[in-house]
């Protein structure tokens, strides 16, 4: 009770006097004297500044206001956020909760920003003058996003008075396949199926619209899934963090270890990570020999704890192909491809002992296992009257070269398989899910020529419209009038007709040398104001063609004697046998390694090439030059790799010295990091081969050759 009424005591005394006690019971001995330690008063918000001050925009496009506030201690900050925004005539314009404002007539509004009873304003002025918009243009240019990622479109109007204007949250947006991909009113796109679709962006009332392609890819980052990295074939990897030009010297990089094969590695390695794979989850390298063996190794192990996770042999290899330069055997010659998507890869094995030679396989890559009622025979006819023609049909021969690497249309799901060295060029197409052949073409069946194999190369395809893209090669004496022969081709999709084409001048004269255009292979460069969509390739005669896709060229002999190309640009040391391969393309940089020649880089700019090198290495490689690949990450730390292998003996591969890798500056290839010699025995590399590609990836580089796959790394992570 005491307590209670002490209690009561002290909340009965006035609030200062309580004060008063309080502080005197902490000053204890102290006593009460004046505040010399107490906290300074709070800032209060003096005044609110909203800029930009007077803007002025047109009807229909949008104007981003900010709001300053100004404190009592003379502090500033942006208050833009926690303002309210109005604006005095809503017929004039509009703003939103974060200071967007959008213009809806002429006129002028009043633009207030009020925080505690203190307001800011600025003045928006919409003009007065009659404007019709002449174009939109969407940004970026053009779009890749992966299934489930989102990416920002912007819509950008230009006007009849030279004005333009951000219309993104005006514009009326669309999508032509919303199964592929939707787009919000806000321009927002986000992927939701492996394919392409066609963005609109367009204002209503007002004259214009704008289109933009965008892919949609299942393929997720870190992943090589298919020849030379992508459906382009530009041979770059853009995600390479730890490989970087300052730790690529023979110091702290070099071999880490071998995975032993079965027979020779001319498929470039395919890697894909987070696969679920052995009871956990695992990168995984896939690696095809010439005896028909597929295997699946652990990509990430280290020496000691290197694994195979599969090994599959799908059936005998035919012993030494009649195509000159198989030695010993063949098999799986060419570079398989994966789908994602259903875990899939897809591959071409030429079989002994069976009714036909080429058998397509599905397997599953966690096991190996065969799929989809895999495999099938791949072989069919077309009609024709040229060499071969039996009763006005030609059958694919079964002395063909599958040496293309396989590829994967994501807009009509269909795998493509490339034959050569035979009497003609073929293309088959089967569906990737039933196995079921659905398109065949046949480059020269009322001639004869036109073989597809290019270094090893793969048809390149673009990912929006589906389109094929490819070069053709020609025998000796072969006629240049009658089909295809030595030709840029872009093939129809579903049915792989001939859409457009360009076949050089003097392809007379590169009939009678045995000299292929298509020795080599295509890529697909990315767009410009000037030339949106080219493609450039390369062959025995060192010409480098730089295609207009949009309208190929076509094919003007003597007397008009004129290639209707962009540019031709003239590499190599030699009058043929110069270019067996797939250029590389990087930031601004074109790069080719020509036969008994050195690596080449090119300036690429406004869709053109430069008319000579920008910087050359020192190395000359023989046996047919080599394909190179890219590291980097994105714009920075470009590094080129490619691989020699002038100790290759194609008479008693047996006997061939070792590949050397080999590792470049990617801006001045003139300054070569490291090679595989330099460190004596410790980084020597499997047997010599042909036409092998080096993938680059999550640090690493995987080397196949005659032998064995080679991995290469950091020595100390």
């Keep these: 009770m005491i307590a209670i009424r002490r209690l009561f005591w002290l909340f009965s005394i006035p609030t200062a006097t309580v004060s008063l006690l309080l502080m005197a019971a902490s000053l204890g001995c102290q006593g009460i004297g004046p505040n010399t330690t107490g906290n300074p008063p709070p800032k209060t918000l003096s005044s609110l500044s909203v800029t930009p001050s007077s803007p002025s925009v047109g009807a229909g496009e949008t104007q981003q206001f900010s709001a300053t506030g100004t404190y009592s201690d003379s502090t500033t900050a942006d208050v833009s956020a926690t303002v309210t925004w109005t604006s005095a005539s809503a017929a004039v314009a509009t703003i939103t909760a974060t200071g967007l404002a959008t213009a809806v007539q002429s006129g002028s509004s009043t633009i207030t920003a009020s925080l505690n009873g203190i307001k800011g304003t600025a003045t928006l002025n919409v003009r007065t003058v009659t404007r019709s918009v002449t174009s939109i243009a969407v940004t970026p240019a053009s779009s890749s996003i992966l299934v489930g990622a989102t990416q920002q ?51 209503s009332g007002i004259d214009g619209t704008a289109t933009l392609s965008v892919s949609v890819s299942t393929i997720s980052r870190g992943n090589v899934l298919t020849y030379h990295n992508d459906d382009a074939r530009d041979g770059a990897f853009l995600e390479e963090v730890t490989l970087t030009p300052s730790k690529v010297n023979s110091t702290q990089f070099g071999k880490l270890f071998a995975y032993p094969v079965d027979g020779q590695v001319y498929a470039q390695p395919l890697y894909m990570s987070q696969v679920s794979i052995a009871g956990g989850t695992h990168s995984v390298v896939y690696v095809a020999t010439q005896n028909n063996t597929v295997y699946a190794f652990d990509a990430g192990a280290t020496a000691q704890t290197a694994q195979t996770f599969w090994k599959v042999h799908l059936a005998p290899p035919v012993p030494k192909h009649t195509a000159e330069g198989v030695n010993p055997q063949i098999g799986i010659l060419s570079t398989p491809v994966i789908d994602p998507n259903t875990n899939t890869i897809y591959l071409v094995a030429e079989e002994f002992g069976q009714s036909t030679p080429f058998w397509l396989h599905a397997l599953e890559v966690t096991t190996g296992a065969e799929k989809f009622g895999g495999p099938v025979p791949v072989t069919g006819t077309v009609a024709g009257t040229g060499l071969d023609s039996s009763g006005g049909t030609i059958t694919l021969e079964t002395s063909c070269y599958q040496r293309m690497g396989l590829a994967l249309n994501p807009v009509t799901n269909a795998i493509y398989i490339a034959f050569g060295t035979c009497n003609h060029g073929w293309i088959l197409a089967y569906d990737k899910n039933t196995l079921k052949q659905t398109a065949i073409f046949n480059d020269t069946p009322d001639g004869g020529g036109g073989g597809l194999w290019g270094g090893g190369g793969a048809p390149a395809i673009d990912d929006t419209t589906g389109d094929v893209y490819l070069m053709s090669g020609v025998d000796q004496d072969d006629p240049v009038d009658n089909g295809y022969n030595d030709s840029f081709l872009r093939l129809n999709p579903t049915d792989l007709s001939v859409q457009d084409y360009f076949t050089p001048d003097d392809n007379s004269i590169l009939s009678g040398a045995d000299a292929d255009l298509g020795s080599g292979a295509n890529i697909l460069l990315p767009g410009s104001s000037t030339f949106p969509h080219e493609t450039l390739g390369g062959g025995k005669d060192g010409n480098i063609f730089v295609v207009n896709r949009d309208s190929m060229g076509g094919y003007f002999p003597p007397p008009v004697d004129e290639n209707k190309v962009i540019q031709t640009v003239h590499t190599g040391t030699k009058q043929y046998d110069n270019i067996f391969s797939t250029p590389v393309y990087w930031n601004g940089f074109v790069y080719f390694h020509p036969e008994s020649d050195v690596l080449h880089a090119y300036s690429w700019s406004s869709g053109m090439l430069s008319s000579g090198p920008v910087s050359s290495g020192s190395t000359p490689f023989d046996a047919h030059g080599a394909t190179a690949s890219l590291s980097a990450n994105g714009t920075v730390d470009g590094i080129i790799w490619e691989i020699d292998n002038t100790a290759y003996n194609g008479d008693n591969p047996s006997t061939s010295g070792p590949s050397v890798l080999h590792a470049c500056d990617a801006t001045n290839v003139a300054t070569e990091l490291y090679n595989s010699a330099q460190a004596g025995t410790r980084d020597k590399a499997g047997l010599a081969l042909k036409f092998t590609v080096p993938t680059v990836v999550g640090g690493r580089v995987y080397l196949p050759t005659a032998s064995e796959l080679d991995v290469y790394g950091l020595l100390t992570p």
């Design 153 to 203: 479109l912007t819509a950008t109007a230009t006007y009849n008075d030279g004005t333009s204007g951000n219309v993104t949250t005006t514009a009326t947006w669309k999508s032509g396949t919303p199964a592929v991909a939707t787009i919000n009113s806000s321009g927002l796109a986000s992927g939701v199926a492996s394919g392409s679709t066609t963005i609109t962006a367009s204002l």
